[in-house]
């Protein structure tokens, strides 16, 4: 106690020594791995940013894919989830990530009309240049699936930035 004071009767002095520190995380397993980032997968596409950020927190990769191929930032720009995007992105999500069949987050997001996710994935530097396996862009999908909003976001993106010919390669 504070000046050399006896503690009172019946009371124990605390020890002040510093609380451990905590130990550091173990090492997950790989079926820890896979059950993580599943749960990121599936919290992405649900919009539930906090199961994200919680997801990532305890190791998921922010890249990680279903069995197809598809990552969290895919099924959450396909189901128009920004803020879940934005964490992923805070954390190097890849923006272009394509899965099994070529279809990238902005595929993805274009051919389900999905335009704040197309116009969040644009400004922030997805390739609206590239092409699923069968050689279509985001564009294609958008306009063969009557999304129009999502296709004029494209539109009006790629009128700014350049046709895709003049910024090939770039």
């Not at 009172?8 to 059950?35: C, N, R, Y």
């Not at 992923?88 to 902005?106: I, S």
Request: glycine letters at 12%; aromatic letters at 4%.
């Amino acid at each position: 106690l504070a000046g050399g004071a006896a503690a009172p009767a019946g009371v124990e002095q605390a020890d002040h020594e510093p609380a451990p520190a905590p130990a550091a995380p173990a090492e997950l397993t790989e079926e820890e791995k896979e059950e993580l980032n599943a749960a990121l997968v599936k919290a992405a596409g649900d919009g539930d940013a906090e199961a994200v950020r919680r997801c990532l927190r305890d190791g998921a990769d922010p890249n990680a894919a279903n069995l197809r191929g598809y990552t969290a930032l895919f099924w959450a720009a396909r189901n128009n989830q920004v803020g879940c995007m934005e964490v992923l992105a805070e954390v190097g999500a890849d923006l272009d990530k394509a899965g099994g069949d070529g279809w990238t987050p902005l595929i993805q997001a274009a051919g389900s009309g999905q335009t704040a996710a197309v116009e969040w994935l644009l400004g922030r530097g997805a390739d609206w240049r590239l092409t699923d396996s069968g050689g279509k862009t985001a564009l294609d999908w958008a306009k063969e699936r009557g999304k129009a909003e999502a296709a004029a976001a494209l539109e009006a993106w790629i009128a700014e930035h350049g046709s895709a010919e003049e910024t090939a390669g770039a």
